[in-house]
């Protein structure tokens, strides 16, 4: 059986006990849609917006969108995973990663970042597996560090479209360990 081709975007991961991981509200921008599980960034005013992928506030991630949001909502209000080591499982949009060794501790980038399933609401946004690098700078937009494959069931890590598990870089993450300005 295949990996089946059909992202989620950045699902939080539960830790070992099950239990469900910190959210917190946040104000999203006016008019702005959000699909569950969208990688977001804090604007300065303080809403926040999906993070489309680009070198603009990479450095002001503030997690992965616990609920969704469309663009007529008059409540503004959404819920964040904005814990800076909180893990997400992801799919990877190609069998570029295959072993251990091309994923942990390797940075990659995201595609299709602002995209979303309207019907569902939620976000199709997946791992660039033939993006990973061992160097994350300023010149790359490599925000995402692997941890391992994910344990889900018919997970297999030498098949395209593989469920991985990655936190945001601290560094990119407004709350981790980079001196980053609001």
Not at 13 to 37: K, L, M
Not at 59 to 65: E, F, M, Q, R
């Amino acid at each position: 059986m295949a990996n089946p081709n059909a992202p989620f975007g950045f699902r939080v991961e539960r830790n070992a006990n099950g239990d469900h991981p910190r959210v917190r509200p946040y104000t999203a921008t006016a008019s702005v849609a959000i699909g569950s599980g969208a990688v977001l960034n804090l604007n300065a005013d303080g809403t926040v917006s999906v993070w489309g992928g680009t070198n603009l506030n990479r450095s002001k991630l503030i997690g992965t969108a616990a609920t969704p949001m469309t663009t007529t909502a008059t409540d503004r209000t959404v819920f964040v995973y904005d814990n800076p080591g909180e893990e997400f499982v992801v799919q990877c949009d190609d069998k570029s990663v295959t072993n251990i060794n091309g994923l942990i501790g390797r940075f990659f980038t995201g595609v299709s970042m602002t995209s979303r399933n309207s019907t569902l609401n939620q976000s199709i946004s997946a791992l660039d597996a033939s993006s990973g690098t061992s160097v994350n700078n300023s010149t790359t937009l490599a925000v995402f560090q692997g941890i391992r494959f994910s344990g889900e069931v018919a997970n297999i890590a030498t098949q395209s479209f593989v469920r991985v598990v990655v936190r945001i870089n601290p560094t990119n993450h407004i709350l981790g360990t980079a001196a980053t300005g609001v």
